[in-house]
């Protein structure tokens, strides 16, 4: 074989081999599930080391989960109702942390970690065929995700991660911080747990309902924006798109949309204040 032919059919094969590797480790879009595995909660699976998690925040209102499989068995991912991703800063990865990784704030604190807005984030369109509008009623079409059994009260959708694999989960988020900066795709985030990141059993309900149901994302975004930065509803509907040309700038949030979020921030209200009854009750 002449030099030629044989550095050709070198760079041949290491073309071909260097493509299936980069197949390899290209995350699975298409969500399945296994039934014959039994499910296991997202923070679980972090915690035991199964899976890892990496999110590649789009935008302030989009983001993509990444859930790699560490083991060499498959495992099926209960996802919870609403997680929160905040931003991780090189100081804070190398320097003195906490439980959370956070040196300042601690639980309960609406602004944790990193300089840029953190979010409060579920997967979209419920991540299945068992999907509620904000208290129950079921009108929301499914988008390919499956469930097992109802999907309930712990968690939403369900995801099958073969070994070794990543696969790739859409989320939507809001943001938790009024006037920080809009996350963008080079910043290094982290999950947190929504009971770990915020006391406020108004604003996880809050989350919850977005991260399960198809209200508004700005109806909702206003609503989180009233409980975590205690903006007036007033505010909110005089608030005002940046403008970068002539003319005058438009609102932020339609009458609609603020309507909405103080509709759904009424009956979470409602529904946080009945928990300590429904518990008094169970319990004689």
Known sequence: MHAFSRRFAVCLSV??????????K?????????????????????????????VVAKNAHEAQ?????????PVTVQMPKAVVAVQVLKQQIFGQQN????????P??????????????GAQNNMGNNNNNMFGQNNMPGNGFNNIG???????????????KTVQVPMKGV????????????MTYKLVKLEEYTSDPALRETLSVFGTSDVD???????????????????LREKRQEQWGPGEPSPYFSEAQVDEAENLIRQVREKVDRAPHRSETAAR
């Open 99 to 106: 439980r959370l990784g956070n040196p300042g704030q601690g």
């Open 217 to 235: 994302l700005q109806a909702a975004q206003a609503a989180v924006w009233h409980l975590t930065d205690k903006m007036s509803w007033q505010a």
């Open 175 to 186: 943001c938790l911080a009024h006037g920080k900066p809009d996350p963008r795709p080079r």
């Open 15 to 24: 073309c071909l081999v260097s493509a299936s590797v980069a197949a390899a």
């Open 108 to 121: 309960g604190g609406g602004n944790m970690m990193g300089g840029a807005q953190p979010m409060g984030m």
């Open 26 to 54: 290209q995350p699975l879009k298409k969500l399945k599930v296994d039934p014959s595995i039994s499910p296991v909660g997202l923070f679980d699976a972090i915690e035991a080391g199964s899976i890892e998690t990496t």
């Open 65 to 73: 989960l990444m859930v790699t499989n560490k083991s060499d068995v």
């Open 150 to 164: 109802n999907g309930a009260n712990n968690g939403i959708g369900f995801f099958s991660v073969p070994p070794q």
